[in-house]
């Protein structure tokens, strides 16, 4: 006969962060995890997932590469 207690060696699931009361739980549209940060909650997205929608823009020069030229004939 098995006993309906779990094993205690097996842990369980983990346990998903509560919010805090009066604020309704909202999940990334992306990925469906719990969303904490004002900024995440608002976009809809965790930083995860907006980075990979919106990945950042090339790097931009801010030096000149000067390369020696010949003059120009005729000035």
Not at 12 to 35: F, I, Q, S, T, Y
Not at 38 to 66: F, V
């Amino acid at each position: 006969m098995e006993s309906p207690e779990p094993f205690p060696d097996v842990p369980g699931p983990p346990a998903e962060p509560v919010p805090p009361p009066g604020r309704r739980p909202v999940r990334c549209a992306l990925c469906g995890r719990p969303l904490t940060g004002t900024d995440s909650r608002r976009a809809g997205l965790g930083p995860a997932c907006d980075a990979k929608l919106h990945p950042g823009g090339p790097g931009i020069r801010t030096r000149r590469h000067e390369v020696d030229q010949d003059p120009l004939p005729g000035i």
